[in-house]
């Protein structure tokens, strides 16, 4: 099994900055792809960002330019930086991850977090 669990949410005024993460433990050793995924009420969860282990990168064309998700291997860790928030990116945010690279940027990843909430709001 694959523990995730998320840091790094909170409230934000539009045109600002967070950086999210997520800590992976457990069984890991063939983690491959890992992401970011958001959920708003009454809304279906949608991929954000999302990386395989080589770097590979994907991104929802709402969050490109804005958002960067990275990589620490060594520490088991994935980040998303988010820019130039708007009202719109408020949400739950989940870190994911499966050991079979082709669930990139799936919603069927096999491992959640239990989510962290980002409020952007003056």
């Known amino acids: 099994q694959v523990q995730l669990v998320e840091s790094g949410g909170g409230l934000v005024q539009p045109g600002g900055s967070l950086r999210l993460s997520c800590a992976a433990s457990g069984s890991i050793f063939n983690i491959n792809p890992m992401g970011w995924y958001r959920q708003t009420p009454g809304k279906q969860r949608e991929a954000v960002a999302t990386i395989t282990g080589d770097g590979s990168t994907t991104y929802a064309d709402s969050v490109k330019g804005r958002f960067t998700i990275s990589r620490d291997n060594a520490k088991n860790t994935v980040y998303l930086q988010m820019n130039i928030l708007n009202p719109e990116d408020t949400a739950v945010y989940y870190c994911?991850?499966?050991?079979?690279?082709?669930?990139?940027?799936?919603?069927?990843?096999?491992?959640w977090g239990k989510g962290t909430l980002v409020t952007v709001s003056s």
């Open positions: 994911a991850a499966d050991v079979r690279v082709e669930k990139i940027f799936s919603l069927s990843m096999d491992y």
